[in-house]
Structures are given as C-alpha cells and as structure tokens.
C-alpha cells in the first residue's frame, strides 16, 4: 500500500510538478453544483409542505371566502381519521391486493425478460415501458372500455358464468384493484428487471449442482439476489399506488374511494382545506412508518 | 461402436461414459465419446477450447443432456437424472460462489439441501483441508481468487461426491498460485481419495496432476494413457504436438521389415523400431521430441546406432535450463532441437553446419494424411503456447 503510495510522487518530481489545488474553491464546488436542486427543492417542496403543516392546523370553522386563522387545531387529525377511516383502509388494502397480483406477474415478468429472452430483451423491456408514453388518465379510460358492460370481456366472463347475467367489473373494487395493478407495475417490473439481469446464471447451475431443486434454488439463490430489486420496485409500486385516487374515480364509484379522493375532494369540492392538509399529512405518516417497517424487515443495509 | 456396453466387471465407483454424443443443432461437440474412468483415479481431459471437453464434463454434471449414449456411475446410468440427484459436484471455471452468502454457508449449501442440520464441524473440516481455517464469516467478495477456488473446491468435497468434476479450475489464478494449487489439488485427491475428472488446455497442469490424461480433439479422444505414455509415443500427430513439441517428418513407410521399420523421407532412409511405429506401410510421420535430437559438428561424432540429418543452425535462443535451436535441414525444413545446459555441451552459432542425430529407440512412426506432405515441427499455432522444458 505505502509503496503504491509513494509512486505518484516519486513520478511527479521527476516530470513537471502539478500545480497545487486551489483547496478554497474545491471545497465550495460540490455545494455550489448542489445549489439549484436545493434551491428548487427549497421553494417547490419544503415551502408547500411547511404550508400544508400549516393549513392542517387551521381552524376547521374558517373557509376560502371567511379566510383561515392559525388556531393549532390538533384536533383536524383525530376528527380526519374518525370521518374517513374507511377510505385509509380501503387505500391500503387496494394497493396490497395490487401489489400481490403485481407481483404474482411482474416477477415472473422481469425473470423472462432478464434470463429467457434472448434477443428479445429490449423489444420486451419497450413494451412493459411503452403503455407510459400515453397519458396515465388516457389508460384508465381505456381500462372503462375495456371492463364496460358491453365489452368482451364481461361478456366472456357472463358466458363462463364467472359473472352473474348481469354481474359487471366496471364501478366495482375488483375494476379498481385491475386498474392499480396495470397502471403501477411497470414501477415493480423495471427495478426488479435490473436486478435480476445481473443474475448470474451459473450460480444457479452451481445450486443444482449442489442438490439444490429448481424450487431450492430460486428460494435461497434467485430470491435473495434479486431483493433489492424487489424492495425498490415494491416501494415503487406501493407508495404512489396507495395515494392514487384516479383508479377509485374512473373505474370505481363512490363506495371504492380510496384516501386520494377524499383528499382530492377536500381541496378542491368541499374546500375543506385544514381536513384536506390533515389527511395528506396521515397518510404521509402511515405510508413512511410502513416503509421503514418493511425496510427493517427485510433486513437489507445496503438499500439504505 | 453400435451402443453395445461391454460386459465386464466393473467395481462399483467406475465412471464410464458410453457412446456419448452431444450435437449443438448441426455441430456435434462430443461425438461417440466411450471411455472408462477408474474409482479414486485423477483423470485428465485435455484439449484446446471447442473441443467438446466441457461439454462432456457438463454431461457427467448433467448441465447438459446427451443427445444419445450413457453415463454410468457403476452400474447406474445417470445420464438423464436431474443434477440435484447425482451423487456428482463441480469445481466451476468462474467459481460461481453465491455472493449473498458467507463462507461458511457457501461450504454448507450441499449438506443443507440435503437437509442435513448440523454441519458446523464438517464446514470446518472442509476448511481446514484446503487451509482456509476461520475464514467462515468472511463473503466471497473478501478472498482472493486462489482462497475463493479453495473454497469453490470445500463446497464441493463437503458432499463427498462419488465423482469430482473440475473445469479448469486454475484458469483464472496467476502461474505460481497455480503451481501451489496443482500440488494442492494432487494431495487432496490423495487424502480423500474421490474419483477426480479434471478438464484443462493446460497440458503440464493435466501431466502433473493427472494418473490418466485424455487428449479430446473435435468431440473425439486421440488418445489416452498415463502421461509419461502419451509424450513419449504418442498416436497421433495432433498429440505429439498438443502434448508438448515434435519434430514430424513426412515420410514413406516400406515395412514390414523385421525388428525396425524402415522409412524414405526427404531421400534419407530411417529405421524405427517396431514397437514404436503406429503403423508399417503408406504415409508416415517420423517423430522425434526436440529434447531427443542432439547436435553435432560433424557426421563422425554421431554415435553408432544413431540416425541423422544435417543441417544449418538458424537460430538459437538461450532460456537458462537449455538453449533452443532451430536447424535448417536440405530440403528447407526447420527442425527444433534443445540441449540442456549442463556445462559441458559445445554451443552452437547461428549459421554454423551441423548434424542433427537421434537414438532410433527416441523415435516415433505416426499415421499421415495422404495429402499432408509437408514436415510439422513447429506446435499447432492455434493451440496454446507450450511450456515444455520450463
């Protein structure tokens, strides 16, 4: 190590010697690059969310037209959560049902993709990418089409007497669940794709080789290995999947709203801006405690 | 060979591959490959890379599936068994240790599997073998590659496999950590006494370690035997040159003629004697191994009994233990001959004229193409450098 060391300075005065740093500015230059992002992140992120910690402590008797006053009214969470509990736990238990079906494709999705397919690869990666480049609004409503009364498929499901003859998919939980699972899981199958494209194959011919089942193998080699993957791409899917209210509003009705939409209606119906602000501000709460709870379960220190 | 298994008594650990072939859509790698692999042997398969010895290798792991034949382990075929339940482990060319496990864990995979609890005192044992004592906690990413190859080798003896499988194994270390591994190797073989198949291009690594050195050359054996059999008479030309360096004439055979078979070559005649020819009439190689030609000034030193050739020396390089030359002969080949250096040999210059001589009993008849005219005395230049007397 030390005769390493002493290389580039024993070569150094043999040649000209380097000019000497200007230690003053380099040790500025990181934080003046990191300047605009925290600046940007200052005024669009830390700002509105002092402000909506802010407006979750009005008094809930105010309104836009009466105006807001400051009364640091605690009160706005606990009142929050007796009115709408059920729509949190709808949140939760919508997304965690998506995330089960998600998974249940988008595993084995992201394995073929990585380790079967070929020259097919980045023709299949651009297809899980592709339903992006339309609008996330203009998928939903497809998905309207797709699970109408009139469509095939209901008219499928009727015909095998998995529907009822009038039974329906459209404005029912099971139209929300779909319409969650296909949105976000191009979010679980990109990351886990990542990590799985760097499984070497030999580790499982090594695993067999070594009595290892093919079932064996994917349980302590192919698992494991693709579990950063798999906590990215989870968090991915679970966090925007649990605020979203465009799923609920479209393909669901009233009775499937989730916390997106009472939030959403909050600000922008009722103008019920301290409820809105609580709201976002427990469901921030519950989803970060989750996070933390699933990253310390699943035990990997190095995705923190 | 028309799939017949031979009846014989076998004891019950030999490994016989029978009939095996292995095709890649239209290339075959391995073509009706048989042969015997004794129980506790340490066996060679050598060749140069696409010669199917991997591929055989994988077969025996089961990796790969035959396209036809058998791989008998005593006098089970386990050709078509998946290679979790084959009482086989493999030594992997890359290692392949999970990366997401310690040392210790490594080492245990098999026992595990197998659903076997307590394993800390076999681990180990295991590690103590190949000297990687209280390495247990470490990750592979830890261990350099020689430590990460002897762990590669504790994973696979932990299972005490009627058969290890080793696929160039030493490949990826520097040559004085190979050196060190090859004896390493040779002594744990002994210890445990396990049926060893060792796949290497490397021919000093196969002769060194090895009690039985297969030559594998386009999915076919050329030639097997103990390895002092395989450089002194060889069979082929592709193996007096693969194994080591010859000088090859192209010659006429007129035989039979008694004790010594007498040979036209260059408009010399030749003699080698009968239990050192391949074959007595038609087209021929003469051999002789470079180490056996010895230089003269003139033709009245060449001892009584010796053939030779004369010749200009064109060039001659000094590599300590010996100085190697190159001779031109008549009729415009170049013959290699090396003397060693003990101190008390003449040397040679560049351009000086000399007699190159042989003791009959060091030469070599081989069989020839028809169409081959020319002499081979340089190694196949596609085949990996040879280190014949370093």
């Known amino acids: 190590m030390s005769a390493l060391a002493h290389v580039p300075a024993a070569s150094g005065q043999s040649s000209a010697p380097p ?43 105010g309104s836009l037209s009466t105006g807001y006053a400051l009364t640091w009214a605690f009160g706005n969470y606990p009142d929050a959560v007796q009115a709408y509990w059920p729509q949190f736990a709808r949140s939760f238990l919508y997304s965690a049902i998506a995330l089960v079906l998600a998974l249940l494709m988008g595993y084995p999705l992201a394995y073929a993709i990585a380790q079967k397919a070929g020259r097919w690869k980045n ?40 529907l009822g003859p009038d039974g329906r998919l459209l404005a029912t939980p099971i139209a929300v669940v779909l319409g969650i699972t296909y949105n976000f899981l191009p979010f679980l199958v990109l990351p886990l794709y990542a990590s799985l494209e760097r499984l070497d194959p030999r580790l499982l011919e090594a695993a067999s080789d070594l009595y290892a089942s093919g079932w064996q193998a994917f349980r302590r080699i192919t698992l494991p290995l693709s579990m950063p993957g798999l906590i990215a791409g989870t968090l991915l899917f679970f966090i925007p999947a649990t ?27 009722r103008l019920d801006y301290p409820q809105g602000a609580a709201l976002s501000f427990l469901l921030m709460a519950a989803i970060l405690a989750i996070v933390f709870g699933y990253l310390r379960k699943a035990g990997t220190e190095e995705v923190l | 060979m028309g799939g017949k298994v031979r009846e014989r008594e076998t004891p019950a650990g030999d490994l016989r591959l029978v009939d095996l072939t292995k095709r890649f859509g ?56 998946r290679p979790y339940k084959r009482p086989v482990n493999t030594v992997f060319q890359s290692y392949a240790l999970f990366p997401h496990l310690d040392i210790a864990e490594n080492v245990a995979f098999g026992l595990r599997r197998r659903g076997i609890r307590s394993v800390d005192d076999e681990v180990r044992r295991m590690l103590s073998l190949v000297q990687l004592d209280g390495y247990e906690r ?28 080793l696929d160039e194994p030493l490949g990826a270390l520097d040559l004085k950590l190979r050196r060190q591994m090859q004896i390493e190797l040779k002594r744990i073989q002994t210890e445990v006494g396990i049926t060893f198949v060792h796949v290497t291009h490397d021919q000093e690594e196969a002769m060194t370690m090895a009690d039985t050195v297969a030559v594998m050359n386009a999915g076919r054996i050329e030639q097997l035997g103990a390895p002092a059999d395989l450089y002194e008479y060889p069979a082929t030309a ?122 009959p009993r060091n030469a070599f008849l081989l069989p020839r193409e028809p169409g081959a005219d020319a002499d081979r005395t340089s190694p196949l230049l596609d085949e990996p450098p040879v280190g014949a007397l370093s």
Not at chain 1, 27 to 50: K, M, T
Not at chain 2, 53 to 64: F, H, N, P, S
């Open chain 1, 19 to 61: 000019p000497p740093p200007r230690r003053g500015r380099h040790r500025l230059l990181p934080y003046l690059l990191l300047l605009p992002g925290a600046a940007w992140l200052f005024v669009f992120f830390a700002l509105p969310l002092l402000q909506l910690a802010a407006a979750s402590l009005y008094d809930p008797a």
């Open chain 1, 123 to 162: 023709l299949l990666l651009v297809c899980v990418v592709a339903p992006m480049f339309t609008s996330f609004l203009v998928r939903t409503l497809a998905w309207k089409t797709i699970l109408s009364d009139n469509g095939w498929v209901v008219g499928l499901l009727r015909d095998v007497h998995l």
């Open chain 1, 243 to 269: 605020g979203d209210y465009i799923n609920a509003e479209l393909l669901g009705t009233p009775n499937e709203y989730m916390i997106g939409n009472v939030i959403d209606s909050a600000f922008l119906v």
């Open chain 2, 26 to 81: 239209i290339f075959t790698a391995v073509d009706d490959l048989s042969l015997t692999i004794p129980q506790g042997s340490f066996f060679a398969l050598l060749g140069a890379s696409g010669c199917g010895k991997t591929t055989t290798l994988r077969m025996i792991a089961g990796l790969e599936e035959p396209t036809s034949g058998q791989v008998l382990l005593g006098d089970r075929d386990i050709a078509r068994l």
């Open chain 2, 138 to 165: 470490r990750r592979p990413a830890q261990l350099s590659g020689g430590q990460q190859q002897r762990v590669a080798l504790a994973r696979a003896l932990i299972n005490h496999p009627q058969v290890l499988l």
């Open chain 2, 238 to 359: 592709f193996v007096a040159n693969f194994l080591g360096q010859s000088n090859l004439l192209a010659g006429e055979a007129a035989g039979p003629g008694g004790d010594a078979v007498p040979v036209s070559a260059h408009g010399a005649r030749f003699a080698v004697p009968r239990e050192r020819a391949r074959l007595d009439r038609g087209p021929v190689y003469l051999g002789v191994r470079p180490e056996k030609l010895h230089l003269v000034d003139s033709l009245d030193r060449v001892p009584a009994g010796h053939q030779s050739v004369a010749g200009v020396v064109s060039d001659a390089s000094y590599v300590g233990v010996s100085t190697q030359y190159l001779v031109r002969t008549g009729w415009g080949s170049e013959l290699s001959a090396f003397a060693a250096n003990t101190g008390s040999e003449v040397r040679f210059p560049v351009g000086a004229s000399v007699v190159a001589h042989w003791n």
